[in-house]
């Protein structure tokens, strides 16, 4: 016998935990979005950082491409928080969005590859390029899925 509801006697409770456990996801967004904010600033000192060790170093363009990963890290930061404002305003969390952001820093690892402490070998290149490939194609299946399900006359 499969029960699909709670005895009576459990109402009560039942309704004090789901209101407890939705307060306590409150409170963890909360937490989440001042995680994203205190790392927005993080990330964005230094990058200001590293374009300043690049100028006093006179090595500008490694500088740059240092830097430039580091604003490839803010861009997901952003992201993120602007995922977590629609969903503190009620909309769903959209899992292309996730997967943007695992696009970007697959795309920065292929930026800030050569110029990393040491060389990388062929199959880490492969692999991070395969890697980009699939999630690119991912991100394109997931975006015609979803055209698919909102307008199934459109294919």
């Not at 000192?45 to 490839?72: C, K, Q, R, V």
């Not at 695992?102 to 050569?114: A, D, E, N, Q, Y």
């Not at 199959?123 to 698919?148: N, P, Q, S």
């Amino acid at each position: 016998m499969i029960q699909t509801e709670l005895p009576s006697e459990f109402k009560g409770i039942n309704r004090f935990a789901i209101k407890a456990m939705l307060y306590l996801n409150g409170f963890a967004h909360i937490i989440i979005g001042l995680a994203l904010a205190t790392s927005i600033i993080m990330f964005t000192w230094l990058f200001f950082n590293e374009i300043n060790a690049a100028a006093n170093a006179h090595n500008l363009i490694h500088g740059f491409i240092h830097a430039l990963g580091t604003l490839m890290l803010l861009w997901s930061i952003s992201a993120l928080i602007s995922a977590e404002m629609r969903y503190l305003n009620g909309s769903k969390l959209e899992v292309e969005t996730f997967i943007e952001v695992v696009m970007v820093l697959f795309l920065r690892k292929l930026i800030v590859l050569p110029v990393q402490d040491s060389t990388p070998t062929f199959e880490e290149v492969g692999i991070w390029v395969g890697g980009a490939f699939l999630i690119g194609l991912l991100y394109i299946l997931v975006l015609r899925f979803k055209t698919t399900i909102s307008d199934p006359k459109r294919k």
